[in-house]
């Protein structure tokens, strides 16, 4: 079945940097919107970043100038680079790809980020 497996997660202290990957499988990977979500503890899943299959790009206010998305075709991959991290960037990471028309839509199981001293 579809696979989307996230990795990367980790704890770091403020200021520092993490580069999470998100790999799919069994999907026409170059033909899906890529995006990462966020959840934090008690609140809502928020979209962080996003490329689309022609790789427009988009990210949430609080992460620009830090956060960059970015997609390898070839690998089936996406990443997001994070630098300087606060700790309200602490959640869990999430990947989901959508297709072109909206549908489907898959999802990973999360990765832990934790920006702490």
């Known amino acids: 079945q579809v696979q989307l497996v996230e990795s990367g997660g980790d704890l770091v202290q403020p200021g520092g940097s993490l580069r999470l990957s998100c790999v799919a499988s069994r999907i026409t990977f170059s033909r899906y919107t890529m995006e990462w979500y966020r959840q934090a503890p008690g609140k809502q899943r928020e979209s962080v970043a996003v490329i689309t299959d022609d790789n427009r790009i988009n990210y949430e206010d609080s992460v620009k100038g830090r956060f960059t998305i970015s997609r390898d075709n070839a690998k089936n991959t996406v990443y997001l680079q994070m630098n300087s991290l606060k700790p309200e960037d602490t959640a869990v990471y999430y990947c989901?790809?959508?297709?072109?028309?909206?549908?489907?839509?898959?999802w990973g199981q999360g990765t832990q980020v934790t920006v702490s001293a």
């Open positions: 989901k790809a959508t297709f072109r028309d909206g549908n489907p839509i898959y």
